[in-house]
């Protein structure tokens, strides 16, 4: 599906100015999405984008806890960072027959405000191999073991009697980059908010 996804969209070492693979500089645009499951680990993917609109996909994380844990997880590192948007898979949002509250609202008592993101599955897939066309925009940290397996296997159910329907496993990251690529991925300054 992202067929256009090769070497040149990784960075193997720090990007000038940053002092780890994923440490951006704090002058960076943040950004993540999560996908959160019941039974299966959740899967959250971090983009930073620099001052120049280079956009960096620089932190993963793919972990079954409860959403206290993950969330500390996140805050950990996004931590002074300015964070432009915060996103959540829709189904985060279903509340419980139990208890009437949901994975989202969990969040929020934790501090993190996610917003549902979009379920435009298609115009993700469009627009996320439109970004993945323009050179030198989007970058992708080598150590993103379990986004880089999906841009593999990510693949149409059957392209002659489903040509528009990706197989729906294993999917969670590419998800993920659909919705941040669809939310928008320009620079927001920091200090606009001083």
């Keep these: 599906i992202h067929g256009m996804f090769n070497d040149e969209h990784i960075y193997t070492e720090p990007p000038p100015g940053w002092s780890e693979m994923n440490k951006p500089p704090l002058d960076y645009t943040i950004r993540y999405h999560v996908d959160c499951h019941p039974h299966t680990p959740h899967?959250?993917?971090?983009?930073?984008?620099?001052?120049?609109?280079?956009?960096?996909?620089?932190?993963e994380i793919f972990e079954a806890c409860t959403p206290d844990i993950l969330a500390d997880m996140i805050k950990n590192k996004i931590d002074g960072y300015f964070v432009a948007s915060e996103l959540m898979d829709p189904s985060g949002f279903i509340e419980t027959m139990v208890?009437?509250?949901?994975?989202?609202?969990?969040?929020?008592?934790?501090?993190?405000?996610?917003?549902?993101?979009?379920?435009?599955?298609?115009?993700?897939?469009?627009?996320?191999?439109?970004?993945?066309?323009?050179?030198?925009?989007?970058?992708?940290?080598?150590?993103?073991?379990?986004?880089?397996?999906?841009?593999?296997?990510?693949?149409?159910?059957?392209?002659?009697?489903?040509?528009?329907?990706?197989?729906?496993?294993?999917?969670?990251?590419?998800?993920?980059?659909?919705?941040?690529?669809?939310?928008?991925?320009?620079?927001?300054?920091?200090?606009i908010f001083d």
């Design 99 to 191: 208890t009437k509250t949901s994975f989202a609202d969990d969040f929020h008592a934790c501090g993190l405000q996610v917003e549902k993101a979009s379920k435009d599955l298609n115009r993700g897939i469009l627009q996320t191999n439109a970004a993945l066309k323009k050179p030198g925009y989007l970058f992708f940290s080598n150590n993103l073991h379990w986004t880089k397996r999906e841009f593999d296997s990510y693949c149409y159910q059957d392209p002659l009697k489903r040509p528009d329907k990706p197989i729906d496993k294993d999917d969670h990251f590419m998800e993920g980059l659909h919705r941040l690529v669809l939310n928008g991925l320009s620079y927001i300054s920091p200090t």
């Design 43 to 59: 899967a959250v993917l971090f983009a930073a984008t620099a001052p120049n609109g280079q956009v960096f996909f620089f932190d």
